[in-house]
């Protein structure tokens, strides 16, 4: 029912409006309706009234909650148009004016205008709600700029954190393949410990064989010393009578000797005139010469044949100690053989001087030397003044081929010429200096009396370069002077003997280094002065110094102990002690190739004494006599054979001195 009516109410409402529509578009210009016309004014009139009763009739039939239902369904604008029209309706009806009409409209009219401000208070709230946002967002985009900016630098830390880690994993990656080098290495040398322990049982066993031969050898001593007493006992006799019969012949011997000496003292002053008044002195002075050959030219500051207890004895037109058949060059290439130096004709000592290597001075010495008697009483100033030799080298090269002169054996180092000394430096790995070398005319005789202060001037001041020459002057002693000793090839290094290491060239030293895979450092060496004699033989260069003329980082152990293993097999364990020694020595400092050599700064109270310097004393020599030489067997024997030589160079100038004073020749 509540349906019905609904539908008829709206039913109502539209037949309602649509009357009204029409009424509106039907109406003539005069002011009539057409009657005929299905939207007549009259028709839809009473249409509207049949629905308006229809509709109060289904209404008053119709509880107060049908009709609450009702109106709820009804639209807004359908129930808004129904009260205009029945309000004014009403108003029409009960007579109301205009007034209240107006009254109704002002009531509108402020409630718009109180809507109005509730607007506009609103639009200023809305106003001041938008600043307070835009602020906010200019405040975040502010947030936002800054987050970016932390989110830029935290991605820069997060790149280089992903380098560092790369980073490390390449060096955990290294520390692993040094681990693995490591574990090899320990492997191998676990290897070696057993071998030496087997080695260790095996030389327990020889000191107990040692030991019973120890014993055999006492008992044989003790049989020898009974039998020595014996033989003594018996030869005591025989030896009364012999040593008699020596001693009647060594007073004849020396009477004769005496005579003799008189004869030939009588015979200089004949034939050489009064001048020749200091011959007593002569045998004196050649034994001396003897005794003190091998170190007679330490100084180059007193290079003068003249000894202190005779040096007034020589001047010109005297006659020197070296005078004498002593002084004939056995290697004359101009003159006779056997005619002594004193003799020789200014033809003959100049071309001799060209030989020597000073043909520079050649021009100077045909103007003023008669004879090689005018050489041999020439003193220091005489050299200067009158040859022109102003090079100090040049003089003490010209007075040590003098002093060669009185020997009647081969001197090894005479057939060492300067041009030999220039190729030794490439040797020894000291190719800059050849120039200063060449210039001083530096020979084998230069180099084994060689000083400090000649090294000096020639332009050599590093400590590393004087240490090299040093040891390379050893060597050359060692191999008496040799001078095809050093060895430049390859060979067995298996079988290598610390001796044999000493002769190594600076380039066999850089193919050592190629065969123990450190290739790539050995081109450093070139120009370093690192040979073999240098590596064995010098205490203060050991493997620290090595490594840092190689130019291997610290930071590189395992190359570092690489190099160690290799550098201390080579040279030997004498040689490893010795440099242990000297590293534990308090005044020890690493041997660097910038080191310099302090020149030796001479005091004024040391004027005096500096010419009065014998030429015996040895402390100036660059690489002196008594220089330290390990103990192994190979070095003593050519150390022993060194020794000898010297030895028999002194017993030959006695003999000669002997000689001279018995035959009378000067």
């Not at 529509?21 to 299905?38: E, R, T, V, W």
């Not at 060492?416 to 430096?425: I, K, P």
């Amino acid at each position: 029912m509540m349906t019905d009516a609904s539908e008829m109410l709206a039913a109502a409402l539209e037949q309602m409006d649509g009357i009204i529509a029409g009424s509106k578009a039907m109406q003539f210009p005069n002011g009539l309706f057409d009657c005929q016309s299905p939207t007549s004014p009259f028709v839809d009139s009473l249409r509207a009234l049949h629905l308006l009763e229809d509709l109060r009739g289904a209404l008053e039939l119709m509880d107060a909650d049908e009709r609450e239902s009702l109106r709820c369904q009804v639209p807004g604008t359908t129930a808004e148009g129904l009260v205009d029209w029945l309000v004014v309706f009403l108003f029409q009806t009960n007579g109301h004016n205009s007034v209240d009409t107006d009254l109704v409209y002002q009531e509108r009219l402020t409630r718009l205008e109180s809507d109005k401000e509730c607007l506009v208070l609103q639009v200023s709230i809305l106003t001041d709600q938008v600043e307070v946002q835009g602020e906010k967002i200019k405040d975040l985009d502010t947030s936002l700029e800054e987050h970016r900016q932390k989110l830029n630098a935290t991605e820069g830390m997060l790149q280089q954190e992903l380098l560092s880690r790369s980073a490390l994993e390449t060096q955990k990656l290294e520390l692993l393949n040094e681990v693995s080098s490591l574990k090899m290495i320990l492997s191998s040398v676990e290897k070696e410990r057993k071998d030496n322990e087997s080695l260790y049982q095996e030389v327990n066993d020889l000191r107990f064989r040692v030991t019973d031969m120890e014993n055999e050898r006492l008992q044989y001593e003790k049989k020898l010393k009974t039998t020595q007493q014996f033989c003594l006992i018996c030869a005591s006799f025989l030896s009364d009578m012999e040593v008699q019969r020596m001693k009647r012949a060594l007073e004849t011997l020396v009477a004769a000797n005496n005579e003799k000496v008189a004869a030939a003292a009588l015979w200089v002053e004949s034939v050489s005139g009064p001048g020749v008044n200091m011959f007593s002195c002569s045998l004196a002075l050649r034994r001396s010469r003897s005794r003190s050959c091998s170190s007679r030219y330490c100084s180059t500051k007193s290079t003068s044949f003249d000894l202190d207890a005779a040096e007034s004895e020589f001047r010109r037109g005297g006659v020197r100690a070296t005078a004498g058949p002593r002084l004939g060059w056995s290697r004359d290439l101009h003159g006779e053989v056997g005619v002594p130096f004193a003799r020789w004709s200014k033809e003959q000592v100049c071309a001799w001087m060209q030989d020597l290597g000073l043909g520079l001075h050649v021009g100077h010495a045909q103007q003023w030397i008669q004879s090689g008697q005018t050489l041999l009483q020439a003193s220091q100033q005489d050299l200067e003044k009158e040859l022109g030799i102003r090079n100090h080298l040049h003089r003490k090269k010209l007075q040590l081929a003098l002093q060669a002169l009185g020997t009647e054996e081969d001197d090894p180092k005479s057939s060492l010429d300067f041009g030999w000394v220039t190729r030794w430096l490439d040797d020894v790995g000291l190719p800059q200096y050849k120039s200063q070398f060449d210039e001083g005319r530096v020979d084998g005789r230069m180099l084994h009396y060689m000083t400090v202060d000649d090294l000096l001037s020639l332009k050599v001041g590093s400590v590393l370069h004087h240490l090299s020459v040093k040891r390379a002057i050893q060597v050359l002693r060692l191999s008496r002077f040799e001078p095809n000793c050093l060895r430049r090839r390859p060979s067995d290094e298996n079988n290598v003997t610390p001796a044999e290491v000493c002769q190594w060239t600076n380039h066999r030293v850089m193919e050592w280094l190629r065969s123990v895979d450190l290739a790539e450092y050995a081109p450093n060496l070139r120009g370093s002065g690192v040979h073999g004699g240098l590596m064995v033989l010098e205490p203060r260069f050991n493997v620290e110094a090595m490594a840092l003329l190689l130019n291997i980082p610290p930071n590189k152990t395992l190359l570092r102990r690489h190099l160690a293993t290799h550098f201390h097999l080579l040279i030997g364990p004498e040689a490893q002690r010795l440099k242990q020694e000297c590293l534990e020595n308090p005044d020890y400092a690493l041997l660097t190739a910038t080191a310099r050599v302090k020149p030796r700064r001479l005091s004024f109270g040391g004027f005096g004494t500096l010419r009065r310097k014998r030429p015996e004393d040895g402390e100036d020599l660059l690489c002196p006599l008594d220089t330290e030489t390990p103990q192994g067997s190979s070095f003593h024997r050519s150390l022993k054979i060194y020794e000898e030589h010297l030895e028999q160079v002194g017993h030959l100038l006695i003999q000669s001195d002997l000689q001279s004073v018995v035959t009378g020749t000067i």
